[in-house]
């Protein structure tokens, strides 16, 4: 049976619009009976890079979050909402942070969702390939509930060309371990094998694209607004994405992070292959998007500039002995028991660097560590938790 993706208008972040859009669309796609039941745990998996706001187009705008999520309330689900954010390769992981800024929080208090900062539940090692580093650990709610629904945002992407629903599953990788996979995998077909990887441990089986305001330009932070006043909605990732790729006048294929997408059949990359149901017969122009000004993921000197970066501003969990209180707090919220209980020393060969520790800590007395004492100088005027 061939993928379907509901390509639906809807041309503002207002409820009456944006519920009528996603049920719209759920409905052409098997309706909300096909994913959800009474009493089910739902993840609504968002893109949130940073502590952005909604208005900046960087993260998945809380009204759309919010409308998913009184839809899935209405049908008796319990709703959580959860990331990891980006920022691993400067060493940095300010998701508490970013879900003030970007109004989750806010949204998430006011109907009574859950968040989950991925930083801060633990992992569990996923079963499937691991083709990179010592084993997959995607953050426990991945696992933990009933049914993940992906919210990606659709946006340029000045290293990969552009990002979506195969994309947005890197923050299920939670706190500075993305940093290492960055180093691992440079270039964007390892990348894509990641993504890969992690889309097989985890299976997303909903996929709904926030393009109501997109991000044109240098995404995906730095780019500009742009009204693509759409929402995108399939069971298959990779076929949303070739969609929206096509709305851009681009294919699948022509997006290195894609390829080992596509060659592991993650969905459907073909648009002449895809059912495209709701508003659109097929994937609409949107006329006047700007790709980002230079895409150099797969290039080998930026392959080597990411290594050299990653290493340069890697940091690592470290105990302030002054500052703990002995509670042990760290000690036992540590998936990988690399604390040790008695003299708070990590164990570096064990850690995978997730950031619980650093999280959950009562007394600030877990602080990142620039391995490279320059870092620290070169990051001055980043105001992070670094010493
Ligand atoms: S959680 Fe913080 S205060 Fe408690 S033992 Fe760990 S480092 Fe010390
Ligand atoms: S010491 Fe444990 S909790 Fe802290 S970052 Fe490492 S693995 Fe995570």
Request: aromatic letters at 6%.
């Amino acid at each position: 049976m061939s993928s379907k993706v509901a390509i639906m208008e809807c041309a503002a972040y207002e409820p009456s619009r944006l519920s009528d859009a996603i049920n719209r669309g759920i409905a052409a796609i098997g309706g909300w009976e096909k994913f959800v039941r009474p009493g089910m745990k739902v993840l609504l998996k968002v893109n949130l890079i940073g502590p952005k706001p909604p208005e900046s187009a960087a993260v998945t705008h809380c009204e759309l979050v919010r409308a998913v999520a009184l839809i899935l309330k209405n049908l008796g689900c319990e709703v959580w909402t959860g990331d990891s954010a980006g920022g691993a390769i400067a060493g940095v992981a300010p998701t508490a942070r970013a879900f003030e800024v970007s109004g989750l929080k806010k949204m998430a208090e006011e109907i009574g969702a859950t968040l989950k900062n991925f930083d801060r539940e633990g992992v569990v090692a996923a079963d499937g390939r691991s083709s990179l580093l010592d084993g997959l650990y995607l953050a426990r709610p991945i696992f933990d509930a009933d049914l993940v629904i992906n919210l990606p945002k659709l946006k340029s992407h000045s290293g990969c060309i552009y990002t979506g629903a195969v994309k947005n599953v890197f923050g299920c990788i939670p706190g500075l371990r993305k940093a290492e996979y960055h180093k691992a995998a440079p270039d964007a077909h390892l990348f894509g094998n990641v993504l890969v990887d992690i889309h097989e441990a985890a299976r997303f089986p909903l996929h709904i694209m926030d393009g109501v305001l997109a991000m044109d330009g240098d995404g995906p932070t730095a780019g500009s607004p742009y009204p693509a006043n759409k929402i995108l909605i399939s069971e298959d990732p990779l076929a949303l994405d070739a969609a929206a790729l096509g709305m851009l006048g681009l294919r699948a294929h022509e997006i290195p992070v894609l390829r080992a997408a596509i060659e592991r059949k993650l969905g459907e990359a073909d648009t002449d292959k895809i059912l495209f149901l709701g508003d659109y017969a097929s994937p609409p122009p949107l006329s006047g998007f700007r790709l980002p000004a230079r895409f150099a993921f797969h290039k080998k000197q930026s392959q080597k500039a990411i290594r050299l970066l990653v290493d340069f501003l890697k940091s690592k969990p470290a105990i302030d002995p002054k500052t703990c209180k002995k509670c042990n707090v760290c000690v036992d919220s540590c998936p990988m028991q690399a604390i040790d209980r008695t003299t708070k020393e990590i164990s570096y060969a064990k850690c995978i660097e997730c950031k619980c520790c650093h999280e959950l800590c009562p007394h600030q007395a877990v602080y990142l560590k620039r391995s490279n004492p320059l870092a620290s100088v070169f990051m001055k005027l980043y105001r992070g938790p670094f010493r």
